[in-house]
């Protein structure tokens, strides 16, 4: 049965509302609480290789409240049947094998160091996945058809990287990160509606950011080398993202609607 349109609108805005106070708590809120200013990719490693962000438990607080307030029961938290995972996960699993094997010969951070950025990661992906994949995909993928929800969804998910710059200064990497984050959303959305479920979406969220600090790790905190230009820039993060994003257009190929 068909929803009414007044519901839909509401749902609508109550994920968009959710969103808003989402980056209130995890952008905002987490400026005011950080005694030292992140001017520098450098320093955003750092942090989070130090201890737990406290802006990662107030997103996620305010996505539990909202969750409960607004009774969404639809969001993905449910298992995946393991064959299932095995079958799917296979190629983004072996995509990030030559990361682990780069990070590890170039040198882990110690253990210390290795423990809180998996924590923080965790913690990362688990909040995304679930105010993108989760709340304001299913809002929107109740109006809209699979296609228009997963890229809109996308693109918004890849935009909020930018706001990354305001946070260490630099607009020009922070919006190469939103191209690559909006293909790799597409990637993440596949994973979710091929699934049924947000956890695979969570797990190679964590995987994929995991990897990528362990893998710059040493070289950000060595002399700072001249950035790369950004058309380079732009080149090599779709490089690293693309296989991914041709995998969830193949994963989607078949696919015209979202089960519910």
């Known amino acids: ?14 994920a968009l509302l959710t969103l808003a106070l989402w980056v209130i708590a995890t952008l905002g809120l987490g400026l005011l609480l950080r005694q030292e200013r992140v001017s520098s990719l450098a320093d955003l490693i750092a942090l989070l290789s130090q201890g737990v962000a406290v802006n990662l438990l107030l997103g996620l607080a305010v996505l539990a409240i909202a969750t409960r307030l607004f009774g969404w029961s639809d969001l993905g938290f449910r298992p995946t049947p393991l064959w299932l995972a095995l079958r799917l996960l296979w190629f983004p699993v072996l995509m990030l094998l030559p990361i682990f094997a780069l990070a590890s010969a170039i040198g882990l ?32 993928a109740v109006r809209q058809r699979l296609w228009p929800a997963l890229l809109l969804t996308s693109v ?26 909006t293909m790799t959303g597409v990637f993440l959305g596949a994973l979710l509606i091929r699934t049924g479920s947000i956890w695979p979406s969570i797990a190679m969220h964590m995987l994929w950011n995991f990897g990528l600090l362990l893998l710059t790790f040493e070289a950000v905190g060595e002399q700072q080398p001249q950035p790369a230009p950004t058309l380079q820039a732009l080149l090599m993060a779709t490089a690293i993202v693309m296989p991914n994003l041709l995998y969830a257009l193949f994963l989607l190929r078949k696919v015209t609607a979202v089960d519910r």
């Open 1 to 14: 049965m068909d929803r009414p349109e007044a519901t839909i609108d509401i749902r609508l805005r109550q």
């Open 156 to 181: 918004i998910f890849g935009s909020m990287h930018v706001l990354n710059g305001f946070s260490y200064g630099d607009l020009t990497q922070s919006s190469v990160q939103a191209v690559a984050a």
């Open 109 to 140: 951070p110690p253990l210390r160091a290795v423990g809180f950025l998996a924590l923080n990661t965790l913690l990362i992906a688990l909040s995304e996945e679930w105010m993108f994949r989760g709340i304001l995909f299913r809002a929107m």
